[in-house]
């Protein structure tokens, strides 16, 4: 091949080549335009897409928004509806508290104006009285200091009312020269019953030691001799559940203070159903120690009425002396201090009858024989006398007691007083405590004896009634005849109960004793109403004879 040639063929082959590359050339641009159409659409799509999620966006933004508004708008009338509600309650609030305001000093005024009137009563109808006596001046004068003021025998039953005084005089003058009397110095008349006024008396010393323990002088003896000196200070007894104060004025008692938790004021009113629960928590977190002021409180709060605040005060001070006849441990610590004067109360009974009472509340059987000595000890009575008046005994007690005469022991006292055992020896007690009685001659004690052995005749006795219980008579679980009356049902009811109750046989841990007695209580309750009904009583017997 020439060069002619070569050249030639070297210029063919390069326009194959180029055509060739041309070729390549135009298909990359092909497919470079369908990706960029491609790619344009894709992003439309995208677009398309944000455009539809902003619009989304915004319109839930602005639901959103219209919805916090909505809501704003509710929440502040709401709060407008409570600010209204909070200032209509606060003025009904602000209306009652004044209306009670004004009803309390209303009730205060009426009260005074009472008991001026009563005042002014008792000193006219006093002055009547004195001059219609024989041999009385045209104008009668005061009784003066040292003048013993007689009272006529029978039940002590609180105050004199001025329509009772002029029943009682006559009496009282045809037996002032023939009756003992208790003392020398003059004795006070009976008080009424509210809350003290005027300054508090001057603090005395007490005529006991000032320091001691209630195992030597206990709460009974410790009433009886504050009220025989003319005590007038503090009492403060530390026991082992809580410390108790006791104000005296002029020898009665006139307040009274507890740690206790169960004789707070709110919590005595709780158990009295006087508050609500609700109210009991409440008047938890107040501040007020002074029972009486706590009381106005609750009347001022509505939850007790006007009425009721003297009985719940009066029933604390009571609550708390009552504590006092349990525990013989306590020890005791007298000061000089005159009682508070807003918190002093008049209690309705004379201080020997609230030594009896404690008693009778409070001591057991077996404290009874350990201070009386046993049924062999000689009891007489004081050489100037007592008046059985100021403890508020039944017309039963007071015969009892007129049995002591200094030549029978107390097991011939209680077979001949007519009463069970234990309600006679809290009658000689309470005589005892108060000075009425003395013991002449010591009896010797029993044996000690447990529990069970002590109870083991009534043991018996609540077996046999047990099975009385199951045999279903009414006539025999009562003990009576088929032909008794109402009153001898209720008279043996009341005995049984007494007698088959199981506060008398706490000392016996017998689960077995306890259901047995909880039935036979049951099933006296039954019979006594079934048989208290005279057409069912018959019925019923005719039906057993049947």
Request: net charge negative; hydrophobic share 40%; proline share 4%.
């Amino acid at each position: 091949m020439n060069r002619s040639e070569t050249i030639r063929w070297l210029r063919e082959g390069d326009e194959t080549a180029l055509e060739s590359l041309w070729q390549q050339a135009d298909e990359a641009r092909r497919r470079l335009e369908a990706e960029a159409v491609e790619l344009a659409h894709r992003r439309s799509e995208v677009q398309r897409a944000s455009e539809e999620v902003r619009q989304k966006l915004a319109s839930e933004r602005a639901a959103i928004e219209q919805e916090e508004q909505k809501a704003k708008e509710a929440a502040e009338a709401a709060l407008r509806q409570i600010d209204e509600e909070r200032a209509q309650a606060t003025r009904r609030a602000q209306q009652t508290r004044e209306a009670r305001e004004e009803e309390l000093r209303r009730a205060r005024d009426q009260r005074e104006v009472e008991q001026q009137q009563i005042r002014l009563r008792e000193e006219e109808a006093q002055r009547l009285l004195e001059m219609k006596r024989p041999g009385a001046p045209a104008e009668a004068e005061k009784p003066e200091k040292g003048r013993v003021r007689p009272f006529a025998s029978g039940k002590w039953r609180g105050p004199l009312r001025v329509t009772e005084m002029a029943e009682r005089v006559a009496a009282n003058d045809a037996v002032t020269q023939k009756m003992p009397v208790v003392a020398e110095a003059d004795e006070p008349p009976e008080p009424g019953e509210g809350f003290k006024t005027g300054e508090p008396a001057a603090p005395t010393e007490p005529s006991f030691a000032p320091r001691g323990s209630l195992a030597q002088l206990d709460a009974a003896a410790l009433l009886c001799r504050s009220f025989d000196g003319r005590l007038t200070g503090r009492i403060d007894v530390f026991g082992l559940d809580a410390q108790r104060t006791l104000w005296f004025e002029e020898g009665r008692l006139a307040a009274a203070a507890s740690t206790s938790l169960v004789e707070r004021l709110e919590d005595i009113a709780l158990r009295g159903g006087l508050i609500s629960q609700a109210q009991h928590h409440a008047l938890r977190t107040s501040e007020e120690t002074l029972a009486r002021r706590l009381a106005l409180q609750m009347v001022e709060l509505g939850y007790i009425r006007a009425s009721e605040l003297y009985p719940l005060v009066r029933k604390r001070v009571l609550e708390i002396a009552f504590s006092l006849f349990l525990d013989d441990s306590s020890t005791y610590v007298f000061t000089g201090e005159s009682p508070p004067a807003e918190e002093r109360v008049v209690l309705p009974m004379h201080p020997y009858a609230l030594a009896a009472e404690g008693i009778r509340r409070k001591f057991s059987t077996a404290r009874l024989w350990a201070r009386l000595g046993g049924p062999a000890t000689l009891l007489r009575p004081r050489a100037q006398g007592f008046d059985l008046d100021y403890f508020g005994l039944s017309a039963r007690e007071r015969r009892l007691a007129q049995t002591v005469d200094g030549l029978k022991t107390v097991e011939e006292i209680l077979f001949e007083g007519g009463l069970d055992e234990s309600a006679a020896l809290k009658v000689l007690y309470a005589l005892a405590a108060a000075g009425a009685v003395e013991i002449a001659v010591l009896g010797r004690a029993a044996r000690p004896q447990s529990p069970r052995e002590a109870a083991r005749l009534d043991l018996a006795r609540v077996a046999e009634k047990y099975n009385q219980v199951v045999a279903g008579d009414y006539f025999q679980m009562l003990g009576l005849r088929r032909d008794a009356t109402a009153y001898e049902v209720r008279e043996s009811y009341d005995k049984l109960a007494r007698e088959f109750h199981p506060d008398r046989f706490l000392g016996l841990s017998d689960t077995t004793l306890f259901n047995r007695l909880t039935e036979i209580g049951r099933a006296l309750a039954e019979a006594a109403d079934v048989l208290a009904d005279d057409s069912v009583r018959e019925e019923y017997a005719r039906n057993l004879l049947d």
